[in-house]
């Protein structure tokens, strides 16, 4: 149990160590940004597919192919209804209620940090079921590329939500609060190991479906607005083959 729980805090963690150095590089300009962002939706496209997707497929059995596809429409669909409650949202996270240079993308950030956190929670019962089965080394190979992916995660969150009004305070909070979300789903999955093996493939492929949804909604649009197209497009295979070649490494 101690080391579940030292794994899920250091799963959680990352994603603060990621919002600790986008700090550090908060002031940074659009095409050293959309390098940084497309990198990350390499990485989260990667473990879309990798970590999610193909994983749903596998434990879904005879139906994986029905329930995975159920769970990535059901994921995009859910993203699409919070990019349409987004406007309403931004109070909850201390934006500026009057008109700023910052507040037109606002929306967009919040949808980005909201499919952030609706992903850790199966990836963290990923984890944590991974436990339940007593197989520790793949349980710590497992969690070892959630955490990989986490880093980037937390680092391209900060500066969106700086440039957009939210306080930085609020800001390091709203950071913390998603990787919490992994911690808990960690747990989760650990001492509920049957129920979460029978809704994880749904709960995959639901995660796989709001990344996806983000990353061509959001993220790969937003790199490409700014006259980095190819250092973005290549920063995304950078992360992409990076996330690919460490789950080669760690399988």
């Known amino acids: 149990m101690k080391l579940v729980l030292l794994t899920a805090l250091g799963v959680g963690g990352a994603t603060v160590c990621g919002a600790l150095i986008g700090f550090a590089f908060k002031r940074i300009s659009h095409k050293f940004s959309d390098i940084v962002l497309a990198f990350a939706a390499g990485v989260m496209l990667a473990a879309a597919i990798l970590g999610l997707v193909l994983p749903s497929l596998e434990y879904g059995g005879d139906m994986g192919i029905v329930v995975t596809i159920a769970g990535i429409f059901t994921g995009a669909v859910c993203l699409n209804l919070i ?3 987004v406007p309403h949202l931004h109070r909850l996270a201390g934006g500026d209620t009057e008109p700023h240079p910052g507040s037109a993308n606002l929306d967009k950030v919040l949808l980005f940090v909201a499919a952030i956190a609706i992903h850790n929670l199966p990836e ?27 880093i980037p995660e937390g680092m391209v969150i900060i500066s969106p939500m700086l440039a957009a009004g939210i306080p930085a305070k609020r800001t390091l909070l709203i950071a913390i609060a998603t990787g919490l979300v992994e911690v808990v ?22 995660a796989g479906g709001t990344m996806l949804y983000v990353i061509s909604d959001e993220m790969i649009p937003e790199t490409h607005a700014h006259g980095a197209q190819s250092g973005a497009t290549y920063a995304l295979l950078v992360g992409f083959c990076i996330m690919l070649l460490s789950d080669a490494l760690l399988v």
């Open 124 to 150: 963290g019962i990923a984890a944590g079921v991974s436990f339940g089965s007593d197989n520790q080394t793949e349980a710590l190979l497992i969690a070892g590329g959630i955490a990989l992916q986490n």
């Open 83 to 85: 990019d349409r409650l």
């Open 185 to 206: 789903g960690t747990m989760l999955g650990y001492v509920a190991v049957s129920a979460a093996s029978a809704i994880l493939p749904f709960a995959l492929a639901f």
